[in-house]
C-alpha cells in the first residue's frame, strides 16, 4: 500500500477495499481469516509478492471488446506494476490487464514473435478511444511509444486518402469512426502526445509495414462491416 502511495495510483476514486482485492488478485498479497467471534470473521493480509500479476492475451482483449473470431481460452500470465495493476479489473475468472496494457503487451509479443497481433492492436487503436495520455507513457516504458504513436499516424492517413481501391463501405464507416475519435483527442488537446517522438525504436519494423489495407481492413473487422 506504501508503495502505491509513493507511485501515486492511490489517487483513482476507487475505495480501498477495491484497492485490497487487486493487490490479492494480483498475488501481492494473500489473505486469510480468523474468527473473532463478531458476525464476520476478522480478514487478515500478508505478503506473498513485491511483483503484481495480471492475465493478458486474446482472451483479455475479447473481454475488452475485440470482435474477432480468437481462441478465448489464450490466456497468459505477465508481470506487471502497480500502476499495471490499479488499471487491471477484476473478473469472475481473472484480474485481467486494462486495455491499454493488454494492447501494449500484444504489440510488443508481435514484435518479438512475429504472431500477427499486431493486427488485433490496429483494430482497437482504430475504433476505440481509449486513454491515451496512459497508453503512449506505458508505451515509452516499454520502449515502444515510437512505434505505437506510429500506428496512431498511420491510421489517420489511412482514412485521409483522397482515392482508395478498397470498399467504400468498410473505407467511409472507419474513416468515420476514427475522424471522430480522433477530434476528441485533438480538443482535449491529447493528439499532441502522438506528434511526439516517442521513446524506444522497438516495433517501428511492424508499424512501417502496415499497408492502407492492412489498418482499413482490421477496423473494419472490429467494427463488423468486413467479413
Same mark, same amino acid.
Given at each position: ?18 484497492y485490497l ?5 494480483g498475488?501481492?498479497?494473500?489473505r ?10 476478522q ?5 506473498? /509478492?513485491? %511483483?503484481?500479476? @495480471?492475465?493478458v492475451?486474446l =482472451?483479455?482483449?475479447? #473481454?475488452?471488446? !475485440? ?42 509479443v508481435?514484435?518479438? /514473435?512475429? %504472431?500477427g497481433? @499486431?493486427?488485433?492492436?490496429? =483494430?482497437?487503436v482504430? #475504433?476505440?478511444? !481509449?486513454d ?12 515502444t511509444?515510437k512505434a ?9 492517413e ?8 478498397l470498399p ?9 469512426n476514427f ?35 492492412e489498418?482499413?481492413?482490421a ?6 462491416v468486413?467479413?
Open positions: 500500500m506504501k508503495e502505491c502511495a509513493r507511485a501515486g495510483v492511490l489517487t483513482r476514486h476507487e475505495t480501498l477495499r477495491h482485492d487487486l493487490l490479492t488478485a498475488n501481492v498479497l494473500g486469510r481469516t480468523r474468527d473473532v467471534g463478531s458476525v464476520k470473521p480478514q487478515i493480509y500478508f505478503m506473498k /509478492s513485491k %511483483t503484481p500479476q @495480471v492475465s492475451g =482472451a483479455v482483449l475479447r #473481454t475488452h471488446g !475485440l470482435n474477432w473470431d480468437t481462441s478465448e481460452t489464450e490466456i497468459r500470465t505477465a508481470k506487471t506494476d502497480f500502476e499495471g495493476l490499479v488499471h487491471a479489473k477484476i473478473t469472475e475468472t481473472a484480474l485481467i490487464a486494462g486495455l491499454e496494457d493488454a494492447l501494449i503487451h500484444e504489440f510488443s508481435d514484435v518479438v /514473435s512475429e %504472431t497481433t @499486431v493486427a488485433f492492436v490496429v =483494430a482497437m482504430a #475504433t476505440r478511444k !481509449l491515451l495520455p496512459y497508453l503512449l507513457r506505458r508505451a515509452d516504458e516499454q520502449r511509444g505505437i504513436r506510429l500506428l496512431f499516424r498511420r491510421t489517420l489511412a482514412v485521409s486518402a483522397n482515392k482508395t481501391d467504400a463501405k468498410v473505407f467511409l464507416t472507419v474513416r468515420s475522424l471522430k475519435i480522433a477530434r476528441q483527442y485533438t480538443q482535449s488537446g491529447f493528439w499532441k502526445l502522438v506528434e511526439e517522438r516517442g521513446v524506444g525504436d522497438l516495433g517501428l519494423d511492424v508499424a512501417n509495414t502496415l499497408t492502407e489495407y489498418v482499413i481492413m477496423a473494419g473487422k472490429q467494427l463488423g468486413e467479413g
